[in-house]
């Protein structure tokens, strides 16, 4: 993606699935505006959207439509910008496409490519790109939220910040390094970089403690259905996402395979995973499918142990570290007076009555908001984040115990720490990074 940017004209189909009412073709390059004066003659004022007919170069009709302009770099991606809204048939969008295509120095544009053009014109820092990613593919109230919020850069600001303070703290160390008899250079400079370095790990460190807040509105917060076999556990995923995803027989091991089911559950995305019952077993296959429901219970965020109220007592697969929620199932079979009582930690539910469910619905919804932190302030919304921020951390510890060491080494530090920042915000380094960041986009974007 990174051959030849500044030279193509690029375009595509920025908007949805085709047929539709309309059809967005947005242009981007040095050429943009040739292309489209070329078919639809006049090019109206800059940002004042005119009606047209698109033609070919021989003057046959292929759509009539809007064209609106946007000179660099007032635009999007910093360059010469044009917007065609034509019909939104599929035949209309692959004769305009066909056309522009012909004219030299014009391709069809790559995945990301309009957002790449405008990171690299510095439209928008890395995370501001990330964000406008996470928000396309928002389904969620809360993940359209979050994604909002960060798109508007402020992670950028506050890592930003971060990095101001350590190169201020360099510039402090170098100065002593460089002019250790000079009296503007007060005294030692060392107790107030260190000071501030730890005032800066404080903030670091709050900051990562809600890492898991921003996986959980970004990529949902995950539930897992496990117990021994036959005890209800597909039926209540059936349940609960309210159709029939899981095959459910009275046949002990029906279920091989983890399935899975995202639930929109208060604006929070929820994903639930149905298990393999967990048994002692010599059968391969059955094997896997245990190693698979005990890998979706580590990972998940909180753990449903489904109980068969009316069968013998099955040995308790346990997750200590876990949230865990007993389900006791099938309680239409037991009587009234049955001993198993619901509790915080336990709850009654019939799949067949639909008895419980809406309230175990509302337990784990309720433990889901409670695993996202209710923060005004900017989470760490990527994985790639959380690795740079603890980088950081982990440079920043080395410099906090290097007090004795040579004020070289420590510095050295700060500069690790202070480059990890930087590539979060993509200031340096960028060149591996921004097909791994904007491949991920759609096309048209
Ligand atoms: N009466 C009654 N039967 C139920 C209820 N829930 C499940 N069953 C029955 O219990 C049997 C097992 O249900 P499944 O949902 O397949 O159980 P499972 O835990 O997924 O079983 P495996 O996948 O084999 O581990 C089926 O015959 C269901 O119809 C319930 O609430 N009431
Ligand atoms: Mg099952």
Same mark, same amino acid.
């Given at each position: 993606m990174q051959s030849r940017p500044d030279m193509d004209t690029i375009f595509a189909l920025s908007s949805g699935r085709l047929p539709a009412g309309l059809a967005v073709i947005r242009l981007s390059g040095p050429a943009a505006f040739e292309a489209v004066r070329a078919m639809a003659g006049d090019l109206p004022p800059p940002r004042y959207m005119a009606r047209r007919a698109f033609r070919t170069p021989t003057g046959a009709l292929l759509d009539r439509g809007l064209l609106v302009i946007f000179p660099g770099p007032a635009s999007f991606t910093g360059e010469d910008c044009a917007e065609l809204h034509l019909h939104g048939g599929k035949a209309v969008v692959a004769a305009v496409s066909r056309e522009l295509a012909n004219i030299p120095g014009i391709r069809i544009a790559e995945a990301g490519e309009f957002s790449q053009r405008a990171f690299t014109n510095g439209k928008f820092d890395l995370t501001t790109a990330e964000a406008l990613a996470d928000l396309i593919e928002a389904e969620t109230e809360a993940q359209r939220r979050f994604a909002v919020e960060n798109a508007s850069g402020r992670n950028a600001t506050l890592y930003a910040r971060w990095r101001d303070v350590l190169i201020q703290g360099r510039a402090l160390i170098e100065a002593e390094l460089d002019f250790p008899e000079e009296d503007d250079v007060p005294g030692s400079v060392s107790? $107030?970089?260190?000071?501030?370095?730890?005032?800066?790990?404080?903030? !670091?460190?709050?900051?990562?403690?809600? $890492? =898991?807040?921003?996986?959980? !509105?970004?990529d949902g917060f995950r539930v897992a259905i496990v117990g021994a076999p036959n005890a209800g556990k597909s039926s209540l995923l059936n349940a609960l996402a309210r159709r029939d995803v899981a095959i459910v027989s009275d046949e002990p091991g029906t279920t091989r395979d983890t399935v899975e089911v995202?639930?929109?559950?208060?604006?929070?995305?929820?994903?639930?995973?149905? @298990?393999?019952?967990?048994?002692?077993?010599?059968?391969?296959?059955? =094997?896997?499918? %245990?190693?698979?429901?005990?890998?979706?219970?580590?990972?998940?965020?909180?753990?449903?142990?489904?109980?068969?109220? @009316?069968g013998p007592a099955a040995p308790d697969a346990a997750w200590p570290a876990k949230r865990t929620l007993t389900v006791w199932s099938k309680t239409d079979l037991l009587d009234d007076t049955d001993s198993r009582e619901?509790?915080?930690?336990? %709850?009654?539910?019939?799949?067949?009555?639909?008895?419980?469910?809406?309230?175990?619905?509302? =337990?784990?919804?309720?433990?889901?908001?409670?695993?996202?932190?209710?923060?005004?302030d900017p989470l760490p919304f990527r994985e790639r984040h959380v690795n740079e921020l603890t980088a950081a951390r982990r440079a920043l510890d080395s410099f906090i115990h290097s007090r004795d060491a040579p004020l070289e080494l420590a510095a050295e530090q700060l500069r690790m720490a202070s480059d990890s920042l930087a590539r979060i915000i993509g200031v340096i380094d960028t060149e591996d990074l921004l097909d791994v960041v904007f491949s991920r986009f759609c096309i048209g974007k």
């Open positions: 107790p $107030q970089v260190w000071a501030s370095v730890e005032d800066l790990v404080r903030e !670091i460190d709050a900051h990562l403690v809600h $890492q =898991r807040s921003g996986e959980i !509105i970004r995202a639930l929109d559950l208060e604006g929070l995305k929820v994903i639930l995973t149905d @298990t393999a019952g967990i048994r002692e077993t010599t059968g391969t296959i059955e =094997r896997e499918g %245990i190693a698979r429901a005990r890998a979706a219970a580590d990972r998940a965020d909180l753990v449903l142990l489904v109980k068969d109220g @009316t619901t509790s915080p930690d336990a %709850i009654r539910i019939s799949t067949l009555t639909g008895d419980g469910v809406a309230d175990l619905v509302a =337990r784990i919804t309720a433990e889901a908001v409670k695993a996202v932190a209710r923060t005004a």
